[in-house]
């Protein structure tokens, strides 16, 4: 009986151990996949908060210098009304940099994008269709009758 099984080839219990073994392989791929792209989210996401920081407390220092030194050469009467309008424009111009920050990261692509994408194709490779069990539709083409 041995004998048997061994000229037809690898038993069921190999096959089953080399289609686990690949499965695992597959999930360790998609993980070390999804690992790499993660990594690389957290440096953009980190050189983009360093040098959000350093423009922020370098364009702070400059407007506080610049309109201390408006303040300190305007004659003494138009002083209040210099700091109220550079007040009113510092805000807007900080309004305007949040608005097109929020713009930039809603255009950016969502976390794990790539891996999503390969993760939905492989389960479409996994799950039976109906298409699939059925002839294509193209391969019976049945002339139409003509119109008389």
């Known amino acids: 009986m041995e004998q048997a099984s061994a000229a037809n080839g690898p038993g069921l219990v190999t096959q089953l151990k080399a289609l686990a073994d690949l499965g695992l ?82 255009t950016d692509p969502p976390v794990l994008a790539e891996t999503l994408e390969v993760l939905e194709e492989d389960a479409k490779a996994f799950t039976p269709s109906s298409a699939s069990h059925q002839p294509p539709s193209e391969s019976r083409h049945e002339p139409s009758p003509s119109p008389a």
């Open 25 to 106: 392989r597959s999930v360790n791929t998609r993980l070390r996949l999804a690992q790499a792209e993660l990594q690389a989210e957290k440096d953009r996401l980190f050189a983009q908060l360093i040098w959000t920081i350093a423009a922020v407390v370098l364009g702070v220092c400059a407007l506080f210098l610049g309109i201390f030194g408006l303040i300190q050469m305007a004659p003494e009467a138009w002083r209040p009304l210099i700091m109220v309008g550079t007040g009113l424009g510092g805000m807007a111009v900080c309004w305007a940099i949040v608005w097109r920050v929020r713009g930039a990261r809603q």
